[in-house]
Protein backbone atom coordinates (compact mmCIF):
# COMPACT_ATOMS: atom_id res chain seq x y z
CA UNK A 1 0.00 0.00 0.00
CA UNK A 2 1.61 3.50 -0.72
CA UNK A 3 1.52 5.39 1.92
CA UNK A 4 0.13 8.90 1.16
CA UNK A 5 -0.68 12.54 3.12
CA UNK A 6 -2.51 15.54 2.67
CA UNK A 7 -0.09 18.66 3.16
CA UNK A 8 -3.04 21.25 3.80
CA UNK A 9 -2.76 24.79 3.56
CA UNK A 10 -3.91 28.22 2.43
CA UNK A 11 -0.77 28.78 0.31
CA UNK A 12 -1.58 32.66 -0.29
CA UNK A 13 1.02 32.21 -2.30
CA UNK A 14 3.51 29.04 -1.91
CA UNK A 15 6.71 29.57 0.02
CA UNK A 16 9.46 28.03 0.03
CA UNK A 17 9.19 27.29 3.52
CA UNK A 18 5.98 24.98 2.10
CA UNK A 19 8.21 23.62 -0.79
CA UNK A 20 10.69 22.25 1.70
CA UNK A 21 8.20 20.89 3.80
CA UNK A 22 7.22 18.98 0.50
CA UNK A 23 9.78 17.67 0.07
CA UNK A 24 11.00 16.19 3.20
CA UNK A 25 6.96 14.88 3.27
CA UNK A 26 8.55 12.60 0.41
CA UNK A 27 11.03 11.36 2.42
CA UNK A 28 8.47 9.84 4.35
CA UNK A 29 5.27 9.07 2.04
CA UNK A 30 4.76 7.68 -1.27
CA UNK A 31 2.58 10.44 -2.70
CA UNK A 32 1.03 13.90 -1.31
CA UNK A 33 -1.84 15.77 -2.18
CA UNK A 34 -1.34 19.46 -1.29
CA UNK A 35 -4.76 20.76 -0.83
CA UNK A 36 -5.23 24.52 -1.06
CA UNK A 37 -8.17 25.18 1.88
CA UNK A 38 -10.65 27.22 0.42
CA UNK A 39 -12.71 29.60 2.39
CA UNK A 40 -15.46 31.95 0.68
CA UNK A 41 -15.48 34.03 4.01
CA UNK A 42 -11.56 35.34 3.75
CA UNK A 43 -10.56 37.09 0.87
CA UNK A 44 -7.40 35.99 -0.50
CA UNK A 45 -4.23 37.78 -2.31
CA UNK A 46 -4.85 34.44 -4.99
CA UNK A 47 -7.88 32.34 -6.06
CA UNK A 48 -7.44 29.18 -5.05
CA UNK A 49 -7.23 28.23 -8.99
CA UNK A 50 -4.60 30.65 -8.62
CA UNK A 51 -3.17 29.08 -5.62
CA UNK A 52 -3.39 25.96 -7.50
CA UNK A 53 -1.49 26.66 -10.27
CA UNK A 54 1.51 28.30 -9.34
CA UNK A 55 2.04 25.18 -6.68
CA UNK A 56 1.77 22.96 -9.51
CA UNK A 57 4.13 24.92 -11.88
CA UNK A 58 6.90 25.62 -8.66
CA UNK A 59 6.34 21.81 -7.96
CA UNK A 60 7.41 20.71 -11.71
CA UNK A 61 5.96 16.82 -12.93
CA UNK A 62 6.62 15.31 -9.80
CA UNK A 63 4.01 12.27 -10.53
CA UNK A 64 3.76 11.61 -6.71
CA UNK A 65 2.78 15.13 -6.06
CA UNK A 66 -1.36 15.76 -6.68
CA UNK A 67 -2.40 19.35 -6.14
CA UNK A 68 -6.23 20.08 -5.17
CA UNK A 69 -8.52 22.54 -3.57
CA UNK A 70 -11.11 21.72 -0.85
CA UNK A 71 -13.59 23.56 1.04
CA UNK A 72 -15.16 22.65 4.20
CA UNK A 73 -13.86 20.05 6.93
CA UNK A 74 -10.58 18.77 6.35
CA UNK A 75 -11.32 15.68 7.78
CA UNK A 76 -14.60 15.44 5.34
CA UNK A 77 -12.25 16.43 2.67
CA UNK A 78 -9.54 13.10 3.38
CA UNK A 79 -12.15 10.89 4.09
CA UNK A 80 -13.48 11.13 0.55
CA UNK A 81 -9.77 11.00 -0.95
CA UNK A 82 -9.75 7.92 1.35
CA UNK A 83 -6.51 9.31 3.43
CA UNK A 84 -6.19 9.75 7.03
CA UNK A 85 -2.99 11.46 7.28
CA UNK A 86 -2.21 14.57 7.44
CA UNK A 87 1.45 16.41 7.25
CA UNK A 88 2.02 20.11 8.90
CA UNK A 89 5.23 21.94 9.12
CA UNK A 90 6.07 23.36 12.33
CA UNK A 91 8.05 26.76 12.70
CA UNK A 92 8.17 27.62 16.22
CA UNK A 93 6.84 27.66 19.38
CA UNK A 94 3.60 29.50 18.46
CA UNK A 95 2.66 27.25 15.50
CA UNK A 96 2.34 24.41 17.96
CA UNK A 97 0.34 25.50 20.01
CA UNK A 98 -2.90 26.23 17.18
CA UNK A 99 -1.74 22.53 15.65
CA UNK A 100 -1.76 20.50 18.90
CA UNK A 101 -5.09 21.57 18.80
CA UNK A 102 -6.00 21.33 14.98
CA UNK A 103 -4.50 17.14 15.26
CA UNK A 104 -6.97 16.39 18.36
CA UNK A 105 -9.12 18.43 16.95
CA UNK A 106 -9.42 16.26 13.85
CA UNK A 107 -8.81 13.31 15.98
CA UNK A 108 -12.03 14.05 17.65
CA UNK A 109 -13.62 13.96 14.39
CA UNK A 110 -12.44 11.24 12.90
CA UNK A 111 -10.90 8.66 14.86
CA UNK A 112 -8.60 7.51 11.93
CA UNK A 113 -7.31 10.59 11.44
CA UNK A 114 -3.40 11.18 12.48
CA UNK A 115 -1.15 14.05 12.03
CA UNK A 116 2.33 13.94 10.92
CA UNK A 117 4.70 17.16 11.84
CA UNK A 118 7.99 18.19 10.19
CA UNK A 119 9.82 20.75 11.66
CA UNK A 120 11.47 23.43 9.49
CA UNK A 121 14.60 24.05 8.86
CA UNK A 122 16.92 27.34 10.00
CA UNK A 123 16.71 29.14 6.25
CA UNK A 124 12.79 29.21 6.82
CA UNK A 125 11.32 29.62 10.29
CA UNK A 126 10.73 32.84 9.71
CA UNK A 127 8.87 32.73 6.44
CA UNK A 128 4.90 32.61 6.12
CA UNK A 129 2.49 33.61 3.62
CA UNK A 130 1.23 36.01 5.30
CA UNK A 131 4.54 37.97 5.81
CA UNK A 132 5.50 37.80 2.64
CA UNK A 133 2.12 39.37 1.04
CA UNK A 134 2.92 42.51 3.95
CA UNK A 135 6.42 42.57 2.24
CA UNK A 136 5.94 42.15 -0.79
CA UNK A 137 2.62 44.42 -0.86
CA UNK A 138 5.39 47.37 0.97
CA UNK A 139 7.51 46.54 -2.20
CA UNK A 140 10.59 44.62 -0.45
CA UNK A 141 12.75 41.98 -1.85
CA UNK A 142 11.01 38.44 -1.09
CA UNK A 143 12.60 37.08 -3.99
CA UNK A 144 14.54 34.82 -1.47
CA UNK A 145 11.43 33.73 0.59
CA UNK A 146 9.47 32.01 -3.08
CA UNK A 147 9.91 30.11 -6.06
CA UNK A 148 10.49 32.76 -9.05
CA UNK A 149 6.97 31.64 -10.83
CA UNK A 150 5.61 32.68 -7.29
CA UNK A 151 7.50 36.07 -7.41
CA UNK A 152 6.49 37.07 -10.65
CA UNK A 153 2.72 36.20 -9.63
CA UNK A 154 3.55 38.63 -7.09
CA UNK A 155 4.68 40.83 -8.65
CA UNK A 156 1.50 40.92 -11.68
CA UNK A 157 -0.87 40.89 -8.98
CA UNK A 158 0.50 43.76 -6.92
CA UNK A 159 1.62 45.94 -10.11
CA UNK A 160 4.86 45.74 -8.55
CA UNK A 161 8.86 45.47 -9.95
P1 LIG B 1 1.14 30.24 6.32
O1 LIG B 1 1.10 30.00 7.81
O2 LIG B 1 2.51 30.51 5.81
O3 LIG B 1 0.08 31.18 5.84
P2 LIG B 1 -0.36 27.90 5.50
O4 LIG B 1 -1.59 28.21 6.24
O5 LIG B 1 -0.51 27.74 4.04
O6 LIG B 1 0.84 28.89 5.66
O7 LIG B 1 0.38 26.65 6.16
C1 LIG B 1 0.25 25.33 5.79
C2 LIG B 1 1.19 24.49 6.63
O8 LIG B 1 2.55 24.78 6.27
C3 LIG B 1 1.13 24.71 8.13
O9 LIG B 1 1.35 23.47 8.77
C4 LIG B 1 2.26 25.65 8.40
O10 LIG B 1 2.74 25.52 9.73
C5 LIG B 1 3.28 25.13 7.41
N1 LIG B 1 4.27 26.14 7.06
C6 LIG B 1 4.07 27.33 6.47
N2 LIG B 1 5.23 27.99 6.29
C7 LIG B 1 6.21 27.18 6.79
C8 LIG B 1 7.63 27.29 6.93
N3 LIG B 1 8.27 28.39 6.56
N4 LIG B 1 8.28 26.25 7.48
C9 LIG B 1 7.61 25.16 7.90
N5 LIG B 1 6.28 25.00 7.82
C10 LIG B 1 5.60 25.99 7.27
Redesign the pocket.
Known amino acids: MPRVAIY ?5 PL ?1 N ?2 L ?2 IQRGLHVFDRLVVAVATNPEKTPLFTPEERKALIAEAVGRDPRVEVDAFEGLLVDYARTKGVHTVL ?4 AAS ?1 FEY ?1 FMLANMNRKLDPDFESVFVM ?1 GED ?2 F ?4 LVREVARFGGDVSAFVPSNVLEGLRRKLGIR
Open positions: PGSFDTGHAIRGLRDETYFVSAR
